[in-house]
């Protein structure tokens, strides 16, 4: 017997197909054995298309290699900690520095609003010029 179910609902339309065809027949089976089971309906977490698309090849890398502040350029994931401060928020450590908050738990609207953030900060602000984003969605 499956213990676990997941599902990804996009629509109301393709949600209740899923629901019919999936998320019924799996309670059916389920419920017929007893015990008690929980069911959790969460907004689904960046994905790993956004996340390919930000970090592999994509909007960080470009900014790596393009952005030039006080004459040095600086990694990705030293970008990536100054926008998670600029535009998501700084977590206070115990000896009174700030890192910055995780975009992991972002969920999906979120995290593209993030990655808007930062790509009009790049382009607007450090004279960064993006190319073949699409390919990496």
Known sequence: MQEKL???LHNRQQAWQVIKT???PFLAAVL???GRWVLTVDRRKLTKAQNRRYWGNGVL???AEQAVVNGKLYSAETWHEQFKRQFIG???LPNGQVVGQS???LTTAEFCDFCDKVEAYAASELGVTFYDLMRHE
């Open 22 to 24: 999936q998320l019924y």
């Open 61 to 63: 890398k470009q900014i």
């Open 90 to 92: 700084v977590i206070e």
């Open 103 to 105: 975009s992991s738990k």
């Open 32 to 34: 017929q054995g007893g």
């Open 6 to 8: 997941t599902l990804e």
